[in-house]
Structure formats: C-alpha cells, structure tokens
C-alpha cells in the first residue's frame, strides 16, 4: 500500500499524475575547475559572492588578550607571518574551489613526522604558505574513530622539485567551502564550491542583465511598407538600389531629422517599453543574492528600498552570521596554528592567553561619544554605590578606556605617571574648589543660554596659510575659534561639568594631519576649515546630556575662515595640515540682539 501525506485534488489533477509539478525532479551539474575559474575571473557577482565572506571574515580579524608585552609579540609575529591575508587567501580559495590548506613551516626535515606544538621554540614558526584544493591533493580518508585526524586525510601530497613530498595533517590548517553531508560523496575530504548551489542564480541573474542590454539595441525600429516589396525582392538589382535607397533615407534623417519616403510608402515605428525591466533584474538580483546569503546592501552595493529603511538590520544579521563563521569554521581550523604561532612568538603557552574576534560593525565618532557618555555615567552611578572598591573599579576602568581606544596613549601615560587614584578625598576637595571656581565665574546656577568656544592661539599661523590658498578677506586672529556648543535652550551651566582634555592649563591641542576639508557651510557665506577631535564630539555629547540643544543634529569641529570667500575656487584650496593650539573654554550667554 502506498502511502503519502501530500494534498491531492481529483478534480483539479493536484498531486496526480495530470499534476505537471509531479515530473520535476533535481539534478546536478557539477561545476569542474574550468568553469570555475571562469565564473569567478568572468563573472562579478560570482567573484564577489566568493570574496565578500572571506573579506568580511578577516578585515577587522582579531584581538589578543594578555599582558601588553605578551599581546606584542604575537602580533609582530602575525604580522612577520601576513597571518591576517593568508587566513583570508585560503578562505578564498576554499570557497572557490570547495577546498585549501595552510601549510605550517617549522622547519622538520621530514614533515611527514606529526607536528608537536610543545616542542616549538621561540620564533620556531619559519613560514606559512597557502594551497588550493587542487595544489595540495589529499589522500585516503583516516577512517579510524579513535584516532584525533577522524575523517580528515591520513596524508596530503605536493609536487616539489621534482618530487612528491608527503605532509602529515597536524602541518596543515584545513578549510572546508561548502561541507557536503554525505560523507560517502566526499570521498576526499573536501567539499563544494560555494558557486555550486548558487550557480543557477547566478547564471539567471547575469542572462536577465543580458537580455536587457540586447534589449536595448531594439529600443526603436522604423518599420516602412513599400508598394511590390515581395515582388521586386527577388532581383538582385531592386535588392540594391532599396539598400542603397533606405541608407541615403537614414542619412538624411540623422542630417536633418526628417524621413524622406515615396507618397505610396508608408512610415511607422516601434517602441519597446522598459519601465517594468527594472523591476525584473532588481528580482533576478535579489535571489541571486538570498541564495549566497548575503544581503543585496552588502553583495551588490544597493541602497535598501522603503521610506524608512537603512539596510541596517539586513546588515547586522550578516554580520551576525559572519561572526557564527568566524566561531564555528575558523576558530577550530586556526587552533592548531595558535598553538604553534603563541610558541614562536613567546617561547612558552601561557594558559590565560586567547583572543575574540573584533567586531564587524563600526560606530561612527558621534556614536562612540554617545556610547563613551553612557558608559561614564554607569561608571559614576557603579561608583555612587560602593559595591566595587576605588582602587579596583578604577583598575577596570583603565583597562576599559585602553581596549576601546578611547584615550590613545593611555596606557604609557600610567605607566608614567602611575595607575592609582590620588586620596579620594583629596580629589573630592578638588572638585569642590572647582565648582566654587565656576560659580564665582558665573554668579549663580539659574538656567541660561549657552556658547562655549575655544580661541585659535595660533591664528597668525593660521591666516598665513589662508593667505598663500587665495583669501584676501578673512576674520582676525583673535576671532578665530571653535564653537563646542551654541544652545538657545537655557540649562544649569553647573552640570556641563569640567572640561576634558588639554593640559594644566586648559589648552587643546589637535596634531597635525588626518581628515581636513575646507568648504562653505551654513547660508552666511561662511567658509570653514573641517577637522575632527573625539575629545572635542565627546565635550559636545557631554553638554547636550547636561540639557543643552543644538541646532545641528550632528556636531562637526571646524574654525570658521572668512564670510567673503571672493573668487577662490574651493576645489583647489589645500587644507591646513598643521597643528590646532586651543585656549581654555569660554562660556558665555548668547548675544543675539
């Protein structure tokens, strides 16, 4: 008796034989070496579906934690060894070609001998050197179950000079592309390529692109009925002078924009309309892209659709995706070259170092400021508790404010410097003496506008350069400045707080260098020099959690130049390079009469 739990209907003929759907059935058309190597050298979306993972895999790689000595070490000794791009050259090749190994060079004279970590000394790692697949062949598949290399090859083969040298597998770092689950069929070891399954996809996506673009070349035809056509075609003289007739027609349409034809003849055109063909490759690109699994904001460059989409959850599911790949796929494949890279670059295996993969997703400077303003506060709010001894919270702190780069340069500062707090109550005593100080300054704490700024000190400097870029008109050098916060909405000016950064004075100081543009900004005519400082975006967040407002919903330090720029072409002024010396903060009520 046969059985089925599939929904039938005799009248409609679903799931019977009338059923047309009841004759499909899946085949394979294994993709071999060549047509691999064509789909990703001749194929875009196929080499960027190779590449994108593997890239997105490696880019931020890896943070060691240990002591600052010990963290050194490893990662002179990853960057001796180009660690981070061969991990991401064999997660290429694996992908591409289903398979790829990392060869760990200790120097054995006989590397068919097992590869035992503990006798690796200081800088015993000699080199690492990456294979496809088809470069390093593997041999019969241990198929011992009590044995530690289960089901990988007992052996791997490569051509050398002349010969076939044999390496046994604890000198390799194996990954797998896409793991077939019938082990029976991977009859090597290896696995598929990940263009494999989504090779049809792939093909439809790029033969919809195709047929678009020959499309185009039939966007408008001329269509024209001539009297006896059929007729006359057959002489090889009409075939001629018609020819010869409707090329002289065409040119004199290209000359004059007109068509001469015969009273009797008739003229008409065709059109082809491609509004909807849009739509169609946008479909054909989608399911290109949901079969490589990554998402069409990051695979294909696009802007997500929706009024109020970002593609920034599509985003962060793939970063969450690539980040289960990095603890799943990577992480076990680069333990045996951790072991052997730790040695090499210490001497010893200290048990308490690891690492943890750096996170994919970046915040922008604004978001960091938030974030860092948030985490003060918890950190003051924590301290107001008691719960966590000074001495141990500020510990913690310290380490917190170096792993996240906030501060460069920490770390040598306490080294310096030391890395314990003053007398608690010594700091308490400075604290008041400062918030007495700005209470003279200010008279009382009633609410009131806000404009803090700091003056440019060297501002002869810094005019001398506005002059050699062309402008004759600028502000004077006391009046050079940047604005931290401009607020029209009162607030208490007791809960800015003290300032950050600067020196004992009170000064700021921004080095040379980094990301500067001069361009127009507001509708005054202001031209302003564009730099960045995280210590003057976190001042700014700091202020606006105190109950200031800003008019600009993103804060971006810059020294306003001149309101009459005259002729200076923007485009070929060369920014300002050199240093930003800042007095103390000002703070001041808004003069708007």
Not at 219 to 235: C, R, Y
Request: aromatic share 8%.
């Amino acid at each position: 008796m046969l059985t089925s739990d599939t929904l039938v209907n005799l009248i409609s003929g679903l799931g019977t034989v009338r059923d047309k759907s009841t004759g499909a059935a899946y085949a394979l058309t294994f993709l071999d070496k060549m047509a691999l190597d064509n789909a990703y050298r001749g194929d875009w979306i196929a080499r960027k579906i190779v590449d994108v993972p593997a890239f997105d895999e490696t880019r931020e790689w890896r943070d060691w934690q240990a002591d600052k000595p010990q963290i050194e070490a490893i990662e002179a000794e990853e960057a001796r060894h180009s660690v981070q791009r061969k991990v991401a050259q064999a997660r290429k090749l694996a992908r591409l070609y289903g398979g790829s190994v990392i060869f760990i060079g200790t120097g054995d004279a006989n590397p068919m001998e097992p590869l035992v970590p503990d006798q690796v000394k200081k800088a015993g790692l000699k080199y690492l050197n990456v294979f496809s697949r088809h470069e390093m062949i593997a041999g019969e598949l241990d198929q011992d179950p009590l044995s530690p290399f289960y089901g990988e090859p007992v052996k791997y083969s490569l051509a050398g000079a002349g010969t076939m040298v044999d390496i046994h597998p604890s000198r390799v770092v194996r990954f797998i592309g896409a793991e077939i689950a019938d082990r029976v069929l991977a009859y090597d070891g290896w696995g598929d390529s990940v263009l494999q399954a989504v090779n049809d996809a792939v093909m439809h996506a790029g033969s919809a692109a195709g047929a678009i673009a020959a499309l185009l070349q039939e966007a408008k035809v001329d269509i024209i009925k001539v009297p006896g056509f059929m007729e006359s075609l057959g002489a090889a003289e009409y075939r001629a002078r018609i020819i010869e007739r409707y090329s002289l027609a065409n040119l004199g349409k290209s000359i004059t924009n007109s068509l001469m034809i015969d009273a009797e003849e008739e003229w008409d055109h065709k059109q082809i309309s491609f509004a909807q063909l849009p739509e169609v490759l946008n479909t054909y690109l989608q399911i290109a892209s949901g079969a490589a699994d990554i998402p069409a904001t990051r695979l294909l460059g696009q802007t997500p659709g929706g009024l109020q989409s970002t593609g920034q959850s599509d985003i962060r599911n793939y970063y969450d995706r690539i980040s289960a790949g990095q603890n799943l796929d990577l992480r076990p494949g680069l333990s045996r070259l951790d072991e052997v890279l730790i040695r090499s670059a210490l001497g010893s295996r200290p048990a308490d170092v690891h690492y943890t993969w750096a996170p994919l997703w970046q915040m922008t400077e604004v978001e960091k400021a938030e974030v860092f303003s948030k985490k003060t506060k918890g950190i003051k709010d924590l301290s107001d508790t008691g719960l966590v001894p000074d001495l141990a919270l500020a510990r913690g702190v310290q380490n917190m404010l170096v792993e996240d780069g906030i501060m460069p340069g920490l770390d040598a500062a306490l080294e310096e410097f030391g890395d314990e707090p003053e007398d608690k109550a010594a700091e308490e005593e400075a604290a008041r003496l400062n918030a007495e100080q700005q209470r003279q300054q200010t008279g009382d704490a009633k609410p009131r506008t806000l404009y803090v700024s700091r003056k440019l000190l060297n501002g002869a400097e810094f005019l001398a350069w506005a002059k050699d870029q062309g402008f004759t008109s600028t502000l004077d050098a006391d009046d050079l400045h940047v604005t931290i916060i401009y607020s029209r909405t009162a607030l208490d000016w007791m809960k800015v707080g003290s300032p950050w950064g600067g020196d004992e004075k009170g000064r700021m100081t921004i080095a040379p260098g980094g990301a500067r543009i001069v361009e127009p900004l507001g509708d005054k005519g202001a031209v302003v020099l564009l730099f960045n400082s995280s210590e003057l975006a976190w001042r700014h967040m700091a202020m606006r959690e105190a109950g200031a407002e800003s008019e600009w919903p993103d804060y971006q330090p810059h020294v306003t130049i001149t309101y009459q720029s005259g002729d200076v072409d923007l485009s070929k002024v060369e920014p300002y390079r050199g240093k930003l010396e800042f007095g103390p903060e000002i703070f001041e009520e808004l003069d708007e009469a």
